[in-house]
Every structure is written in structure tokens, then in C-alpha cells.
């Protein structure tokens, strides 16, 4: 059992003792007037879970129009990067390595959030979704057409996050440019309209990104960059492919070979896409000739398929998401084969601790204490 590759160090830019990573998961914890990680809560959240390679943090707000969901947590605030810094500490303290998600939703937001004002994004164009607001689920809205200077202060506004990361502690950033936030919105042609320099081309549509990791390059090593793309998205978060979606992919990916990242971070498709003709089915195999740097995968892996897709050399590290919020201790279960436990659905957002502190690591069960 020991001798699994995903158990294994991993030490290319980054200097990870296993390659098991824990996924970017909203947990909706930051239940305070300023959306501020706390230490009864985020603190041992994560230092349960510092036994992973590397966890990478629930995504993070760079502004206050970059929110969309109910208590989550944010990175532009003093009062958020000092309680960041007790999070990563005990992470450290433990010999866990931490990643901050960066985040901004575009459109999946809500005038709920910004005082009845629209939220922002490429076009103006209803995603047709639900937005998840103080008041429960809503349907979102059409939101503002970004202007030029807009799209500019949301450069600084990414800038500006990362430089809190780094304040905070972390060991890096991971870019959201995934699931239908606001990277993906300028990506895809179907909720990119626009026809300025931001538009049409995949030139275009892919510059707001690499303006940001150009930014973002200015105050944290490239090194300790990551940016997670979910290409074969559809139908979800208002998404749709269409024949230039996975062009525009391989183009992004194709690109940052160019760079020194630390890792690109992809989806396996979310649903059944068999029947979507512009859809790549198997991403891992897909982009793995295309990259030549980190390139970690996720969604719907276990410990079996997480050791075979390492194996079969189509990608480096693998990121687990509702397995760690059931399994804190899941490298310990890994190693030795324990059994895994089941994740509840009730309590992903629910705030407090149930759910969210309360799930025991083996050891911690009393039938096997
Ligand atoms: C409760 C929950 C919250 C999530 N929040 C985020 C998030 O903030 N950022 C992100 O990139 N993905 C988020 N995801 C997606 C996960 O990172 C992951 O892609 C997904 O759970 C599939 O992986 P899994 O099959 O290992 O769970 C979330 C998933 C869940 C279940």
C-alpha cells in the first residue's frame, strides 16, 4: 500500500510531501458582517486536513463586487488577510503546504450583494442560474457589461489579493478561471459578446486572463501560481460549449508553457457530456501532451483512479474535493486502506460546525480507537 505513486513527494516548483491535494471548496463558514475566516472555525477546518500535500482554500472574494455566494470568505480586507494568517499558520504548524483560491463570480452574483446594483461580466447576458444570496437561492439576473477601466480595476483587484495572500502567509494562489466565474464567462462565446479587444477572437476572450496572471506575476513568483480551467463545462453555471470552447482551452494551456507555474489545476467534465459534439470526454488525457509543467486533475477520483491517471502519466497531482470534507485524515486512510466516509449534502453550506468540524478521523472513531 505505501508504495502508491499519489503517496509519493512531488518537488517541481513546488515542494510537496504527497501528491494528494485537497480541492477548492465553498463552505459558506464566513458567517461575520465582514466575511472574515475565523478561528473557531476556518482554523481547524484546515489544520485537520494539513496531513495533504497541499490544500488549496475555499474560493475567495479579490473585492466586494467579486462575491456571489452567502458567507464566504474574502482576501481584500485587512481584517480577512489577519485571519488568513492564523489559518496558515497552523496549517504550517502542522507541515501542511496551503494555496489560496481567487475568486470572482462575473455574473453568478446578485444585486442581493451589491446593494441592488447589477452584478458585472464580459456581456450583458442572463446566465439563466441561480444565485445563492443571503435570502436563499434566486435567479440571477442580466448583469452590467464590463467597461474598460472596470475590467482594469479588476486586474488591480487580483493583483491586490494576491499581494494579501502573500501577506497572509500562503504558499500560493490559485487563479478561479474555472466553472463559469468570471474568467470562463470571458472565455466562452456564448457569454462573451463583447467587440472590443476583450471579444471575439481567442486572443481576445483569454486576454482579461493573462492580463491578470501578468499582474498577479508582480507580486508572487510565478512558481506559486496555479489556475484551474474546467474546459468541457456545459450546461452548468450557464455555460455552453460551443466549437471554439476546447480551441480556446488548448490555446490558454498551450500558452502557459510558456510560464513557470506552479501547477494548471483541471475538471473531468462535471456531467455526461457524450452527447455535447464540441466536448472532450477524458481532460486528463486530452491536455496531457499539451502541457509541459505541473498539471494536477480532479473531480470524481478515488484512490484507485487517482493512483492510475498518475500512473499512466497524464497527470501529476490529484485533487480531491467532497472526500476531504467527510475524510480530513484522507492521506492516513490512503496509506493504511481504511475505509472512507460519506459526505452529507445538508451541511455543505449550512455555516457552523456541524458538518464541517465533526467528521472524526479514523483513529477518532471510537470502534477503532
Ligand atoms: C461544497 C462544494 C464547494 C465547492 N466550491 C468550489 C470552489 O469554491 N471553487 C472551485 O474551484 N470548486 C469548487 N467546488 C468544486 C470542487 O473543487 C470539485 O471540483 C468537485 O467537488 C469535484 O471533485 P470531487 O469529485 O473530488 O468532489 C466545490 C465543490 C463542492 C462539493
Redesign the pocket.
Same mark, same amino acid.
Not at 23 to 27: H, L, S
Not at 298 to 301: E, I, Q
Given at each position: 500500500m505505501s508504495t502508491q505513486v499519489l503517496l509519493t513527494p512531488y518537488h517541481k516548483n513546488l515542494d510537496l510531501k504527497n501528491r494528494v491535494v485537497m480541492?477548492?471548496?465553498? +463552505?459558506s463558514r464566513a458567517t461575520n458582517d465582514g466575511n472574515i475566516p475565523t478561528e473557531d472555525l476556518h482554523v481547524p477546518y484546515y489544520k485537520q486536513r494539513a496531513s495533504a500535500g497541499l490544500i488549496i482554500t475555499? &474560493?475567495s472574494q479579490v473585492s466586494k463586487q467579486a462575491v456571489g455566494y452567502v458567507s464566504t470568505a474574502g482576501i481584500h480586507t485587512k481584517e480577512q488577510v489577519d485571519g488568513w494568517k492564523k489559518v496558515t499558520k497552523e496549517v504550517h504548524d502542522k507541515g501542511g503546504k496551503i494555496f489560496i483560491?481567487l475568486?470572482h463570480v462575473g455574473r453568478m452574483s446578485h444585486p442581493d450583494f451589491h446593494n441592488g446594483n447589477l452584478p458585472v461580466a464580459p456581456s450583458a447576458l442572463n446566465p439563466n442560474a441561480q444565485s445563492y444570496t443571503p435570502e436563499g437561492f434566486k435567479d440571477t439576473v442580466t448583469p452590467k457589461a464590463m467597461s474598460i477601466d472596470e475590467i482594469k480595476q479588476t486586474v488591480d483587484d487580483f493583483k491586490n489579493a494576491a499581494k494579501n495572500a502573500v501577506e497572509a502567509g500562503f504558499d500560493g494562489v490559485e487563479i478561479?478561471s474555472?466553472?463559469g466565474y468570471l474568467f470562463h464567462q470571458f472565455f466562452n462565446g456564448t457569454s462573451n459578446h463583447r467587440t472590443d479587444e476583450y471579444g471575439g477572437t481567442i486572443e481576445n476572450r483569454t486576454r482579461f486572463f493573462f492580463e491578470v496572471l501578468e499582474a498577479i506575476k508582480e507580486v508572487i513568483p510565478q512558481e506559486k501560481i496555479g489556475a +484551474?480551467f474546467n474546459p468541457s463545462l456545459d450546461g452548468m453555471f450557464g455555460i455552453t460549449m460551443d466549437e471554439e470552447t476546447i480551441p480556446t482551452f488548448e490555446y490558454i494551456i498551450k500558452k502557459l508553457n510558456d510560464y513557470n507555474l506552479a501547477y494548471i489545476h483541471l475538471?473531468e467534465p462535471f456531467t455526461e457530456v457524450s452527447d455535447i459534439p464540441y466536448a472532450v470526454q477524458n481532460i486528463a488525457e486530452h491536455f496531457r501532451p499539451l502541457y509541459n509543467g505541473t498539471l494536477m486533475i480532479?473531480?470524481?477520483?478515488d484512490q484507485e483512479s487517482g493512483n492510475k491517471v498518475i500512473e499512466e502519466g497524464n497527470a501529476d497531482l490529484v485533487?480531491? &474535493?467532497?472526500?476531504y470534507?467527510s475524510n480530513p485524515d484522507l492521506v492516513e486512510r490512503f496509506a493504511n486502506g481504511y475505509e472512507l466516509a460519506d459526505w452529507d449534502d445538508d451541511t455543505?453550506?449550512s455555516g457552523g460546525k456541524e458538518g464541517y468540524l465533526d467528521y472524526p478521523t479514523y483513529n477518532q472513531q471510537p470502534e477503532h480507537a
Open positions: 480541492a477548492p471548496m465553498t +463552505r475555499e &474560493g483560491q475568486w478561479h474555472s466553472n +484551474r475538471s480532479n473531480a470524481g477520483f485533487a480531491y &474535493g467532497k472526500l470534507i455543505f453550506y
